[in-house]
């Protein structure tokens, strides 16, 4: 177990909706990604947050976003959810923005009809 | 153009023979690789990081790094049927994020 939790682990929504995914951090670590996993496919960068800070982001238009909480937890917002949102989001916790080794949580399973 | 590039596979190996995954890489910027194991329908479980060239042994994994080359390897000895699973290579290429290959699939035949 790497002490990263996510939730809900499952969730279904349909297009047009909005969604919120929970991610607490290992303890000590105060850096939180979140990668999208379609079925496969390897998980793709979404954005990072570091002390609190966005501190990255990968080709995900605005309507992905986040923020990170001063206990380090973060949250992965998606607007106007579409099809292809259908995926595996992960969250991984690290320390020092993400240079060391990230250590992913079971992830959230999202399916959007 | 990828940055990270895995054969998808399947990889079919006896059980107790030696599994090879290899991953190869662009970026020349600086660089740690990193060996996830991912069993179908859960997320990706670390079993090496790599930074710098040679090999690095854990237990039955050994993993190594040919920076000249661009290239990253992982051996399985003594492979087991729960070895079977996705084997992603990800890549730090000196920013915050991991670039993931597209992962292979290994499967140990009893």
């Known amino acids: 177990e790497t002490g990263v939790t996510q939730s809900p682990t499952h969730l279904i929504k349909t297009r047009g909706q909005q969604v919120t995914l929970r991610c607490s951090s290992q303890?000590?670590?105060?850096?939180v990604s979140w990668y999208q996993q379609a079925l496969g496919q390897g998980p793709q960068f979404i954005f990072q947050?570091?002390?609190?800070?966005?501190?990255g982001r990968g080709n995900f238009p605005p309507r992905f976003s986040g923020l990170q909480f001063p206990n380090y937890s973060s949250e992965l917002n998606v607007n106007a959810l579409e099809l292809d949102d259908s995926a595996l989001y992960l969250c991984?916790?690290?320390?020092?923005?993400?240079?060391?080794?990230?250590?992913f949580g079971p992830g959230t399973r999202l399916l959007v009809l | 153009q990828k940055e990270v590039e895995q054969n998808s596979g399947p990889l079919s190996v006896p059980e107790g023979a030696i599994a090879s995954l290899n991953c190869t890489y662009s970026?020349?910027?600086?660089?740690?690789f990193f060996w996830y194991r991912q069993y179908s329908g859960k997320s990706p479980e670390l079993i090496m990081s790599?930074?710098?060239?040679g090999d690095k042994e854990d237990g039955r994994f050994t993993a190594q790094l040919n920076k000249a080359s661009q290239y990253v390897s992982l051996l399985i000895r003594d492979s087991q049927p729960s070895d079977s699973a996705t084997y992603l290579c990800?890549?730090?290429?000196?920013?915050?994020?991991?670039?993931f290959g597209t992962g292979t699939r290994l499967t140990i035949i009893p």
């Open positions: 991984a916790s690290s320390t020092s923005g993400g240079r060391e080794t990230q250590y």
């Open positions: 303890s000590g670590h105060n850096t």
């Open positions: 947050y570091y002390r609190e800070e966005e501190n």
């Open positions: 970026d020349r910027g600086s660089q740690s």
């Open positions: 790599i930074y710098s060239n």
């Open positions: 990800a890549g730090n290429f000196g920013n915050e994020k991991l670039t």
